[in-house]
C-alpha cells in the first residue's frame, strides 16, 4: 500500500524559510503529479503548489516568489522550499498525489499532515 508521508515543519519566524518534503512509499507509485495543500484553523483546505510529471509547476498567487516545488527523484516525492514566511502561511500542510500503483489502478493519495507555525 502506497502511503505519503510528510516532514520538515515546524516553528520559524517571519521572514524565515522552511523545507516540507513529502515522500512515497510502501509500494511502487508513478505519480502523475504531487502536490501541497494547507488549511489553517477555521479556514478551508486550500491548494498552495502542484508539480505534473512533465516537470511543469504552479503556484498559489499569495505564494508565488517565496514558494518552490521541486522534484524528489530518489524519494519519489517533492519538496516544498517555503522562504519570507509569514503569520498567514501558518496551517497544517498536506502533501497529495494522483497515480498509478504496480497494478495500473489509479490512486488519489493524501499525507497526514505537518504542522507549519509562523510567529514571532
Known amino acids: 500500500q502506497v502511503q505519503l508521508v510528510e516532514s520538515g515543519g515546524g516553528l520559524v519566524q517571519p521572514g524565515g524559510s522552511l523545507r516540507l518534503s513529502c515522500a512515497a512509499s510502501g509500494a511502487r507509485f508513478s505519480a502523475n503529479g504531487m502536490g501541497w495543500y494547507r488549511q489553517a484553523p477555521g479556514k478551508e483546505r486550500e491548494w498552495v503548489a502542484g508539480?505534473?510529471?512533465?516537470?511543469?509547476?504552479n503556484y498559489l498567487a499569495s505564494v508565488k516568489g517565496r514558494f518552490t516545488i521541486s522534484r524528489d527523484n530518489a524519494k519519489n516525492g517533492v519538496y516544498l522550499q517555503m522562504n519570507s514566511l509569514k503569520p498567514e502561511d501558518t496551517a497544517v500542510y498536506f502533501c497529495?498525489?494522483?497515480?498509478?500503483?504496480?497494478?495500473?489502478?489509479?490512486?488519489?493519495?493524501w499525507g497526514q499532515g505537518i504542522q507549519v507555525t509562523v510567529s514571532s
Open positions: 497529495n498525489a494522483d497515480g498509478r500503483n504496480q497494478y495500473g489502478t489509479l490512486l488519489a493519495l
Open positions: 508539480w505534473r510529471s512533465d516537470g511543469s509547476t
